[in-house]
């Protein structure tokens, strides 16, 4: 493995339009919605000092690699180094490429880089871990290295006791083993990234980072859409689970049935995150889509009605609650959404009558 370079941080040649690539995007952070400003300033395949095999490597990671990364805070100001300098807890393990001792860093709440900051890192591309450094590394050659500037957008929860300031950082690629893209994965791989995505926005929402957690519910209701037209037999896929083993050839391809309730559960609780985030809205579609794939789903139809009375359709809303009755006659919030929802048409309706009485008083 050839030893890291030392990107070219000069500012007159980053700024030279012969040779900048700039590129920009809003990615996904624990706060919320960041604007993500990417220049190259130093790519590996047009060095000298690398090997003939790694300059001739033209290819990028793809989902499933593990990527050998560093990012480095190039603090604008003392608040920037404050919001991304906080160090991550630390495994280590054996890294890709043969490289002893890499470091596998989990998801930080309290940082926008999410990441240890100075040490080489290894991340597995597609899981979400790192979602700026992930979308960067998407579009990075082995010995490449880019700057790239965050700029809270409309959305990211900030503190008021925490500063909004534009964040610097450069992010460099190491080197990387091979991953696969979605088109070249079995029906079997891709239900095991499906359910890994799940369980991690699972994992997510329940220690508060919602905007991890439905990131991680998207990108499984992206993966599982290639899953279509390609599902197995019931009977079939039974056995090969009772013989699956580890082998990623022998596994099993999800039936129909399976694909379709994965689907609805992901649109249910990408449905509770967009609530939580106050996006009745999305929530409201999200929910939608969850009960057309699975009628029977009892928490898709009271997140469908919350999501109606929060956007004032409460006759949409009433419909909701009423059939989450059918499923669960005994349910109180049911009960009490729909007393909630007469209370609101009487408050709305006397206020109505009142402006009208005005008009023609």
Sequence with gaps: MNKAFEPTLDDDAANDNDSVDVTSWVSVCPRGLYLVQKT????????????????????KPRLGSLCRVRVRLRAVTDQAEKLSSVKSYETKQEGPLGVPGATFSHRQLDSVLQLTLDDWTTLRLGEGHCDVTEACLESMKTGDACEIRLIPAKGADVCDSQPVQEICAIVELQGFTPGK????????????????????????????????????????????????????????????????????????????????????????????????????????????KATRLEPGGAKAWYRLGQACHMVNELEEARQAFRELLKLQPESF???????????REKESNAQLGQRLSKMFS
Excluded at 47 to 55: G, L, M, P, S
Excluded at 240 to 257: K, Y
Excluded at 333 to 343: E, F, N, R, Y
Aim: aromatic share 6%; proline share 2%.
């Design 181 to 288: 893209e979605s088109w070249q994965m079995s029906p079997g791989e891709k239900w095991e990234w499906v359910k890994s995505h799940k369980e991690r926005g699972g994992l997510r929402f329940r220690s508060g980072d919602l905007w991890g957690a439905s990131d991680s519910y998207s990108r499984a209701l992206k993966l599982i859409i290639t899953l279509q037209g390609c599902v197995g037999d019931r009977k079939e896929n039974k056995m090969e689970e009772q013989n699956s083993t580890t082998s990623e050839d022998q596994a099993f391809c999800p039936t129909h049935d399976q694909v379709q309730s994965m689907k609805a559960e992901l649109h249910s609780n990408l449905s509770l995150c967009q609530l939580k985030l106050k996006q009745p809205a999305r929530a409201r579609e999200s929910a939608t």
């Design 40 to 59: 190259l300033i130093s790519s590996g395949s047009q060095r000298k000092d690398f090997t003939a095999e790694i300059a001739r490597s033209s290819y």
């Design 333 to 343: 919030a049911a009960v009490k959404a729909l007393k909630d929802i007469t209370s």
